[in-house]
């Protein structure tokens, strides 16, 4: 073969990526970082990149994998041997850590059987950042891309074994950062210099977040908005200055939403399928829900609903204080999800006082929560702070026009149905501004109103299910980022 023949192969060849997460649909989900790891493998492909996806070897992951095609072994990952497999899985190529001692363990990849964090996650976590530095360096990858503070580590590893393997570390949500105390450090088989403000230490412990963000050659966030938000003191959780630091190496790429997974003209969790030309159907699903979720079965009601954890971030008091805008003008309320005690049991009690008009169903089943975007009006995010949200996306495509607080990735995706947007035919839900319980009750009072204008919510429903909520642009991102800081490193 000639020089410019070899060349030629070499372009088109594609990039090798290793994506690093400790979740990873269809295999491991705990939140949408899973739908995000487990997405982006496809979503790339026609960008000339190849993933593979390093998971820990938790039992359901291992049960999941195919015959192995490869393996390496690692003679000690702290305190015991480990072995990387390699396998094709759901259509996708996974490299699992089979190491018994840290990850076969029943249940949460993160919590004890109590509810509390494994007393050892921080060794657990800092193996899935070692053996990917080793399956870099070993099995042929070109970059890696770490997922949040669970695979913080990585860069922090490849650095100091002089690897020249560039690395993309993804900050998913800044409140959740891994962070340890001092005495961790001696654990981790990191070099002394490591230790220092300029590499993993974060106020006197270790910092695994703060590690990618410091080590990454660059780092991302999964909006534009997002980004935007926490390089101010506000919402920058500590990290804004090392984020500013970060200059152009820093930036939101918007998530995307599976849109084979997520289809309603498909989705067998809904008694009634449909898409953007038979959305009269939908009208099964929402009897379904409100049946369901214990709600009186009224076709005319607008029915809000809210997924997701019940938490102080995703603003579920916030909808519970605002309960009067919905109650008071015939509308309903669905919520489904876990999460802090003292909202699940307000959430309760709101269910217990107003039957027939709130219903709730405190855990998460994943076909309930599909009935939800297919049989719901409008889907309620009024989250204080939103690194990009899933919700809203799955709305968009399943024709729930979303009410949204104007935050992060919300204020990305959702373009606010103000008269303007009305006259103009561009509305696809509704924002508001700032996040309190005055402002979201103002805007389901909004959304009442154009729900009970029969043309103008068919053509917010219309544009909501045409917005392109797919990975198709920030896939090309990705991609960009790969190949740009493949380039730098020469």
Not at 417 to 435: D, H, Q, R, S, Y
Request: aromatic share 8%.
């Amino acid at each position: 073969m000639s020089g410019a023949a070899r060349r030629k192969a070499a372009v088109q060849a594609p990039l090798r990526v290793l994506a690093v997460a400790s979740e990873g649909f269809p295999f491991i989900k705990t939140g949408g970082l899973a739908d995000v790891v487990g997405a982006l493998p496809a979503a790339l492909a026609p960008e000339g990149i190849a993933v593979t996806t390093m998971l820990p070897g938790y039992p359901a992951v291992m049960a999941a994998l195919g015959p192995i095609q490869a393996s390496a072994t690692l003679p000690d990952l702290f305190g015991a041997p480990a072995r990387l497999v390699r396998a094709q899985a759901a259509g996708r190529d996974v490299i699992a850590i089979d190491a018994p001692h840290l990850f076969a363990r029943p249940g949460s990849p993160y919590l004890a059987p109590g509810g509390t964090d494994w007393p050892d996650n921080a060794l657990r976590f800092a193996a899935l950042g070692r053996a990917a530095a080793h399956a870099a360096a070993h099995m042929g990858f070109d970059a890696v891309h770490a997922h949040d503070w669970q695979a913080g580590l990585a860069p922090a590893y490849l650095r100091f074994a002089g690897s020249r393997i560039p690395t993309l570390f993804t900050i998913h949500n800044l409140a959740f950062q891994g962070q340890f105390p001092a005495g961790t450090f001696g654990m981790l088989g990191l070099p002394a210099e490591a230790f220092a403000t300029d590499g993993v230490e974060y106020f006197g412990g270790v910092g695994y977040l703060k590690s990618g963000v410091w080590f990454a050659d660059r780092v991302s966030t999964v909006s534009p908005g997002y980004a935007a938000e926490i390089r101010t003191p506000q919402w920058g959780m500590g990290l804004d200055g090392l984020l500013r630091s970060r200059g152009a190496a820093f930036g939101g790429i918007l998530n995307g939403l599976d849109t084979v997974e997520w289809d309603p003209a498909t989705d067998t969790h809904l008694p009634a399928r449909f898409d953007a030309t038979s959305r009269a159907a939908r009208a099964a699903n929402k009897a379904e829900l409100q049946s369901r979720m214990g709600l009186d079965v009224l076709p005319d009601a607008p029915l809000f609903a809210f997924v997701g954890r019940l938490a102080w971030q995703k603003g579920v008091d916030l909808i519970l204080e605002a309960l009067p805008a919905i109650l008071d003008n015939g509308a309903q309320l669905a919520i489904l999800g876990t999460g802090e005690r003292e909202l699940e049991q307000r959430v309760r009690g709101a269910t217990d006082t107003q039957i027939g008009r709130v219903g709730s169903f405190i855990g998460f089943d994943e076909g309930f929560a599909r009935l939800c975007y297919g049989g719901a009006d409008s889907i309620l995010m009024p989250s204080r702070f939103e690194p990009c949200g899933l919700g809203q996306l799955c709305a968009l495509r399943y024709g729930a026009p979303p009410v949204v607080a104007r935050v992060g990735g919300l204020a990305d995706t959702v373009i606010d149905a103000n008269e303007m947007a009305i006259a103009a035919g561009a509305g696809t839900g509704l924002n508001f501004a700032p996040v309190s319980q005055e402002m979201l009750a103002s805007a389901i009072e909004r959304a009442i109103a154009l729900y009970r204008d029969p043309p103008a919510w068919q053509r917010l429903q219309a544009n909501a299910m045409a917005s392109d909520v797919s990975w198709k642009r920030s896939a090309g991102k990705y991609a960009a980022q790969f190949r740009g800081m493949i380039a730098d490193r020469g």
